[in-house]
């Protein structure tokens, strides 16, 4: 259980929280054995920025029937809590530290990866051709 509740608080790949949710899928998470379980996975299907993950686990509360505050959980919109102003700021902070001239894309996503981890693995997500979608912002920023 330890093991299980590690992996849905890994922030830094949602594939790991994801594959968590589905191995408690068949767990009664009304039982109190499962307490932390039920709020971890409340907490995700409230609050997680990938939102495969946050479906997942909204599934997963409504099998359950779990409430938040006596309130039944709601899905709410798509939203990864990144603004095109925030993903712009990335892109020229990482642009401006490595110095690139033209787009080097592994030395690229190395950097993006390590210094902003969390929308790293949203953007993995979000953007089913991630290379292309860092090609395409980098040669905008390039020619602005």
């Given at each position: 259980?330890?093991?299980?509740?590690?992996?849905?608080?890994?922030?830094?790949?949602?594939?790991?929280?994801?594959?968590?949710?589905?191995?408690?899928?068949?767990?009664?998470?009304?039982?109190?054995?499962?307490?932390?379980?039920?709020?971890?996975?409340?907490?995700?299907?409230?609050?997680?920025?990938?939102?495969?993950?946050?479906?997942?686990?909204?599934?997963?509360?409504?099998?359950?029937?779990?409430?938040?505050?006596?309130?039944?959980?709601?899905?709410?919109?798509?939203?990864?809590?990144?603004?095109?102003?925030?993903?712009?700021?990335?892109?020229?902070?990482?642009?401006?530290?490595?110095?690139?001239?033209?787009?080097?894309?592994?030395?690229?996503?190395?950097?993006?990866?390590?210094?902003?981890?969390?929308?790293?693995?949203?953007?993995?997500?979000?953007?089913?051709?991630?290379?292309?979608?860092?090609?395409g912002i980098y040669k905008y920023l390039s020619n602005n």
């Amino acid at each position: 259980m330890e093991m299980i509740l590690k992996e849905l608080k890994n922030e830094l790949s949602y594939q790991i929280r994801l594959e968590a949710i589905n191995k408690i899928k068949d767990y009664d998470l009304n039982d109190d054995n499962y307490r932390s379980l039920r709020e971890l996975v409340i907490e995700l299907a409230l609050h997680d920025r990938v939102f495969a993950v946050k479906n997942a686990a909204f599934l997963l509360c409504q099998k359950n029937k779990l409430k938040k505050n006596g309130e039944v959980i709601n899905l709410g919109k798509k939203n990864t809590g990144y603004s095109p102003s925030d993903i712009r700021k990335m892109f020229l902070k990482i642009k401006r530290e490595t110095e690139m001239k033209e787009l080097n894309l592994d030395l690229f996503k190395g950097h993006f990866q390590k210094i902003a981890p969390k929308m790293y693995d949203v953007m993995v997500y979000e953007h089913m051709y991630f290379d292309n979608w860092i090609r395409g912002i980098y040669k905008y920023l390039s020619n602005n």
